[in-house]
């Protein structure tokens, strides 16, 4: 018996050091992806011929759109490069769209060829937005930009609640965040506090038009991001209180070319 024990122990520590070497690290990915901090100037462009050539850190394009060699030479020019997906509607011009069955499609969200989808059905669409995910970090793309994250505040045409939203929001930022993607909080002003700790920054239209930018302070307390765009009010009227909060402000159009005015 004596003469098994060395063997034995043997075969333990190669166990378990093949036990150890095999398991993934949970925290990995958390260390690994883009952290971004208060303040960087960005463009958002989600039309037209892509200008890489404004001298900013942050560059906010379609994920569809955009090849991977776009990805690349904006990252050449010192650019990080977020992936816009509509996370929370449909879009009957994706390639993936008939892949969603009608079933989970609502109302229009006021865009053409877009409706509200039912978030409540994760069975479906948490495969399907794995796989738009999947497609920003095969690109390279180093966050993600979620649309239409504030279905329950609209007219979707399902009973949506805000623990729903809730629950779809963090389904989706963990679905970044175990890509090493980075992933931003688009508008869903009321629920920020909940959702704080579950994004990196965060993207939001005309909360100087609807007096509402204060409310996205806690962001900017956290050393995170608020990419902030305005379509209506001319720079005079937004900037002072922009420069205030600390918020990264432009004026755009409302097609989200190429042309922009940074406060």
């Not at 990995?28 to 303040?39: F, N, S």
């Not at 399902?158 to 929001?169: G, K, R, S, V």
């Not at 959702?195 to 204060?214: G, I, M, P, R, S």
Request: charged content about 30%; proline content about 6%; overall charge negative.
């Amino acid at each position: 018996m004596r003469r098994l024990l060395p063997l034995l122990a043997a075969l333990l520590l190669l166990a378990t050091a093949c036990t150890t070497t095999s398991a993934p690290d949970p925290k990995q990915e958390e260390v690994d992806r883009w952290r971004p901090t208060a303040g960087l100037a960005w463009q958002w462009q989600l039309s037209g011929k892509l200008d890489p050539t404004v001298d900013v850190p942050v560059y906010d394009i379609d994920g569809f759109d955009h090849p991977a060699a776009t990805v690349a030479d904006l990252h050449r020019r010192g650019r990080k490069v977020i992936c816009y997906l509509s996370t929370g509607a449909w879009e009957d011009f994706r390639p993936d769209a008939d892949r969603f069955p009608k079933s989970v499609l609502g109302r229009s969200n006021g865009w053409a060829g877009e409706r509200w989808l039912d978030i409540r059905r994760t069975d479906v669409l948490e495969p399907l937005m794995t796989e738009r995910i999947d497609m920003c970090r095969a690109k390279g793309f180093d966050a993600v930009e979620p649309d239409n994250m504030d279905g329950y505040r609209n007219r979707t045409g399902f009973p949506l609640t805000a623990a729903d939203q809730l629950a779809y929001n963090r389904l989706i930022a963990r679905l970044a965040h175990e890509r090493g993607l980075a992933v931003g909080l688009k508008n869903d002003l009321d629920q920020i506090p909940q959702l704080l700790a579950d994004f990196d920054f965060a993207v939001n239209e005309q909360c100087a038009e609807y007096d509402e930018c204060h409310r996205l302070a806690p962001f900017v307390a956290a050393d995170k991001p608020v990419f902030h765009a305005e379509y209506e009010l001319p720079l005079a009227d937004f900037c002072p209180e922009s420069r205030e909060l600390g918020l990264s402000s432009l004026r755009k159009r409302y097609e989200l070319d190429a042309w922009r005015r940074a406060c």
